[in-house]
């Protein structure tokens, strides 16, 4: 059986360079769920749909192939790895994610991943809707301002120019779409082991990943004896 480690949070919990360094440190595929609902929106504007026509972008996410190539995020064979990070893409993202056809089409999708190789996948409903049976779920969280924070550190570096503010404000309009989509909301599974990582560094959040891992796959070892 695929190992398969789900990690769910808010945005700007750490998770996708946590995820990022704890697929390196088990040698096993990391998959960015966002980045692919970011790819779809992306595709979806380029082609001029309207965003609220979920059948014809559920249609979409059956057609465009997304592939994650070294870090790189490709549809259809074109680099979108920085414009899917734009505030156009990320407001854009919101009506694609909201649509419940759409998350049907993206589970398949994120299914048959899980069920190719071993990975650790990174998401909203990763714990809850598309891998509820994963070896280990985790939900990493962090206060609204220290998760701010971390934005707006990586909107600097991007040359943005948006505020501490503006950075506060998107995530809690994001935070609220977030809890409120009908199907594949933000909450924790009952059964994921929940991570607060205000007082933690990103070393100290992956070493505890890799120990939850491990303590896993010891127990999964010796019931299978
Ligand atoms: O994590 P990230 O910010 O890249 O996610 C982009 C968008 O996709 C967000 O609006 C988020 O709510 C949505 N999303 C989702 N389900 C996932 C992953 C992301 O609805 N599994």
Not at 177 to 182: F, L, S, V
């Amino acid at each position: 059986m695929p190992l398969i480690v789900t990690l769910d949070g808010p945005a700007g919990a750490g998770k996708s360079s946590a995820a990022r360094a704890l697929a390196a440190r088990l040698n096993v595929h990391y998959m960015d769920t966002g980045a692919m609902y970011r790819a779809l929106a992306w595709a979806a504007m380029q082609r001029g749909y309207a965003l609220e026509n979920s059948a014809l972008i559920a249609e979409l996410a059956r057609e465009v192939q997304i592939v994650f190539d070294t870090g790189r995020v490709l549809v259809d064979g074109t680099d979108v790895s920085a414009e899917i990070r734009s505030e156009k893409v990320t407001a854009a993202t919101r009506y694609v994610a909201d649509a419940p056809a759409v998350r049907e089409v993206m589970k398949i999708i994120q299914r048959k991943i899980g069920s190719e190789c071993d990975i650790v996948t990174e998401g909203r409903d990763q714990g809850t809707v598309v891998f509820p049976t994963a070896t280990v779920k985790v939900f990493l969280t962090a206060s609204a301002v220290h998760r701010a924070k971390r934005r707006h550190q990586e909107e600097v570096v991007r040359g943005s120019g948006l505020t501490f503010q503006e950075v506060l404000e998107s995530q809690s309009v994001r935070d609220a779409a977030d809890i409120a989509r009908p199907v594949g909301a933000l909450v924790a599974a009952v059964d994921a082991v929940v991570i607060e990582t205000d007082s933690l560094t990103l070393e100290e959040v992956v070493e505890c990943l890799v120990s939850l891992v491990e303590e896993t796959r010891q127990a999964r070892g010796k019931h299978d004896d």
